[in-house]
């Protein structure tokens, strides 16, 4: 199976080190390359000498025939590259956020009705063995029924992206289209749509929103999700989650080892067994991405649907876009809700 991966940053390079994990498994091979970025280019040519390179994506696509491509560029670049794929006959896998609007988003759907090819969108944590864990729990109902939810993704300034694109709002989404974002897709995965939300915010001196903090109701589950973007670009990147059920409380510590612990209400206290696909540690994207295993789940999870002709469950295009419908929706809210304080002060 030929590859394409355009956008080779950090990651680009999660993704290649990945599917280059991946090829001693499965018939796949990256054939093609894209960056604009010389160093990063070369880079990612070491691991597929056979490779051919371009600068840009729209140049790979236009002269390559492949079975599927991975984007990986900044996101305002994601929907006008899938779509170009798309019409071509290439499967996509998209990272998230597949887009930043409605209207990409209505567009990229309309060209996966009409070319018929399989798309998945790189929410990963649905491919994260903790989470994992908490949805399968969630639905078995092992611990009784949820009550409550609570899930923060902390993260320090990003200073990494390519011209500073996260700092700007068109290309990022902020910190709630690319941070955010995987929170509230898992809530939507394991919970539904919930019934109402609430959005607090804080924002840069730029005005941009760099800290949301969202209260949901779903049905009788109550859940909060916070983002942030700290000031400080030192700030550890922290996952975490706290779910509270009937008989007992799933706690999630993304820095900490073991990193998910069970306090069952009789007292007893344990750390569930998980069990990894692939392990592999890489600090070389540059990012506040070391743990390659989710990733690698989430791949070959695609190419074993493509494999199998099976339709996409875990990840599709359709979810990946009521994300961030929803996560437009609380875009609006925060940037409401700090003109009101604007106006109280």
């Not at 929410?123 to 994992?132: A, P, T």
């Not at 969202?214 to 999700?225: E, K, N, R, W």
């Not at 706290?242 to 069970?262: D, H, K, M, W, Y």
């Not at 789940?297 to 875990?314: G, M």
Request: net charge negative.
């Amino acid at each position: 199976m030929k590859i394409g991966l355009i956008g080779c940053g950090g990651m680009g390079t999660t993704h290649n080190l990945s599917l280059k994990a991946l090829s001693g498994k499965m018939d796949v091979e990256v054939t093609a390359l894209a960056d604009c970025r010389q160093e990063f280019l070369e880079r990612a040519a070491k691991q597929w000498p056979q490779a051919k390179t371009y600068v840009t994506g729209r140049e790979l696509l236009e002269n390559e025939e492949l079975d599927a491509v991975h984007i990986c560029l900044p996101s305002y670049l994601h929907a006008e590259h899938a779509v170009l794929a798309m019409e071509k006959g290439m499967h996509v896998f998209c990272e998230k956020p597949v887009c930043l609007t409605a209207e990409e988003g209505r567009r990229l759907l309309e060209v996966q009705k009409k070319t018929g090819v399989s798309v998945m969108v790189g929410q990963v944590v649905r491919s994260f063995d903790e989470y994992r864990y908490l949805k399968d729990v969630y639905d078995n109902k092992t611990y009784g029924k949820l009550k409550s939810i609570v899930m923060q993704r902390i993260s320090g300034d990003t200073k990494w992206g390519f011209e500073d694109w996260f700092h700007d709002e068109k290309k990022s989404g902020s910190v709630i289209l690319d941070l955010h974002i995987h929170d509230l897709d898992f809530l939507r995965y394991m919970l539904g749509e919930p019934d109402s939300f609430e959005v607090k915010a804080t924002a840069f001196d730029s005005g941009m929103v760099n800290q949301v903090l969202v209260s949901y109701q779903f049905g009788d589950v109550f859940a909060t999700a916070e983002g942030i973007w700290d000031v400080c670009t030192q700030l550890p990147f922290d996952p975490s989650f706290r779910a509270c059920f009937e008989e007992a409380t799933v706690i999630f510590q993304g820095r900490s080892n073991p990193s998910l612990t069970v306090w069952h209400k009789g007292g007893e206290v344990n750390h569930p067994q998980l069990a990894p696909e692939f392990t592999m540690h890489d600090t070389s994207a540059g990012i506040n991405i070391s743990d390659l295993g989710p990733y690698y789940t989430e791949i070959k999870y695609f190419y074993d649907c493509l494999k199998q002709e099976k339709e996409i469950e875990r990840a599709p295009l359709s979810e990946g876009i009521k994300s961030v419908l929803l996560g437009l929706e609380e875009l609006k809210a925060a940037k409401k809700y700090l003109e009101e304080n604007r106006r109280r002060a």
